[in-house]
């Protein structure tokens, strides 16, 4: 690994710290991979909301969800999913991953292809790939190093090459008007936690608070996943217990998603507004839609979406720290 690589880790890595004592400082709870009341078969399911956001509007609960594949639902689970109001699923999965695993929607719901990668598997630094082109004698240590930094390369290859997903699912949730949504894809982790990420960043959501959703879903990984690294991990050496947190919702690739959106776009509206191919009246129509405007802060009403208005993702009151 470079000298430049090694360094650009350990700077998320500080980074990341510094936003879980945020995190912390705000109270926030571990959360649950699969919330209570979830739809039965529903995996690493919970909702979006309940959070304040711009001039402290909070975000209301029970307009956007998110979860992993909908293949286990059960006839049960897709009632309780309709009873919830959802009549939109936006899935992010690509047309393998959905054609291994359909989605068998009701009469209620529709179901919104917003691929997120073509191939099956999606990006390989959320594979066992990475660790199969390692070459023998590599360390347990270099090959943790060497996904952590794959999976980051990942989350910004997504923001590059993708922003019409992004900018795909803040329209439909714009258009939608607070009528109830899902966003999903294998796992529920990856692709939408970042895509959740950008759409509460979206209506001023604070950083601390993306985060803890994010980190929500760090335990959300199948033992059939686990079982495909089985084998690479025994061979390389690596304790499983060392790799879950980077297998799972790791938040120094959130943070170096971030990056690539102010590099792409110079804020979360002007990536989205930008190569996301979203109008700033979509952007209007996804806060109202989103923020409930009667929680908001007295005389302190959300502002018209302007340009590079919202979280450059640092912690509230702290300088942006390279």
Known sequence: MSEVATTVGQDLARRAERLMRAVVQAKASSGAVTAPGSPQGAVNFRGVGGV????????????????????????????????????????????????????????????????????????????EEVFEQLPPGTSAAEALRIYSDAKVAGYKAMIRTFPR?????????????????????????????????????????????I?????????????EAIERYRGSLQRLGIPLAEFLPLCGAYLPALIGAFDEIALVGG????????????????????????????TAEQGNVPSPVRHGTTTSFRPRGAAHER
């Open 52 to 127: 304040p956001g711009l001039g402290g509007a909070v975000v209301r609960p029970g307009v956007v969800f998110r979860s992993g594949s909908l293949d286990g639902l059960t006839p049960l689970g897709w009632e309780q999913l309709t009873s919830l109001g959802v009549r939109t699923v936006i899935d992010l999965r690509s047309p393998a991953e959905s054609t291994a695993a359909p989605t068998r929607p009701t009469e209620h719901q529709e179901v919104v292809n917003l691929p997120m990668w073509q191939e099956p598997t999606g990006a390989a630094a959320f594979t």
């Open 211 to 223: 985060v803890e959703d994010y980190l929500c879903s760090r335990d959300g990984i199948s033992p």
């Open 267 to 294: 804020s979360v509206e002007g990536y989205l507004c930008g190569a996301g191919g979203v109008s700033l009246a979509e952007l209007e129509q996804l806060r109202s839609a989103l923020l409930d405007p009667g």
């Open 165 to 209: 997903v992004f900018g795909g699912a803040v329209s439909i949730l714009a258009h939608l008007a607070g009528q109830p949504a899902l966003v999903h894809c294998t796992a529920g982790k990856d692709r939408t936690g970042l895509v959740c990420a950008v759409v509460l960043a979206a209506v001023g959501v604070g950083e601390a608070e």
